[in-house]
């Protein structure tokens, strides 16, 4: 039957997030690299909300590592698939205070004169759509 397969190809392609989180721990900067490139890709062409429920924190916390040490790409990445976990957040109180830890993590990053132009630009567009699509308070 039909349900049967979308259920298989569901597990798969959350295996295949699964597997980019963990990569998002490697030593390896390149590996990390390409694992921020495959959830940018997942979060552009799906809506994960259920695996989130259970996955957002410990992805987070990734993301954030990746943001904070790393350099140049890696910190471009990992701004852009910030933002697109803000977006699959959906409204409420979570997208909300992962973008209350995530405010002062970007404005580092964009006010430090040594990070690379790229990762500075994909801050500042990170902090633009996350505080628009996240921030409660107008100001």
């Not at 987070?60 to 590592?65: A, I, M, R, V």
């Amino acid at each position: 039957s039909g349900g049967a397969g979308e259920q298989g190809q569901q597990e798969e392609a959350e295996d295949r997030l699964k597997e980019h989180m963990d990569h998002l721990l490697d030593k390896n900067t390149k590996t990390r690299q390409v694992a921020l490139q495959g959830l940018r890709l997942a979060f552009s062409s799906r809506t994960w909300s259920e695996f989130l429920l259970e996955w957002h924190l410990t992805l987070t916390d990734s993301l954030e590592n990746c943001l904070r040490k790393g350099k140049g790409e890696e910190q471009a990445l990992s701004s852009t698939v910030l933002t697109l976990l803000c977006l699959q957040m959906g409204s409420g109180p979570q997208r909300e205070d992962l973008f209350h830890s995530l405010k002062p993590l970007l404005i580092g990053v964009l006010t430090d004169s040594s990070a690379s132009p790229c990762a500075r630009q994909s801050c500042a567009t990170a902090l633009g759509m996350c505080c628009y699509i996240a921030a409660a308070d107008l100001e």
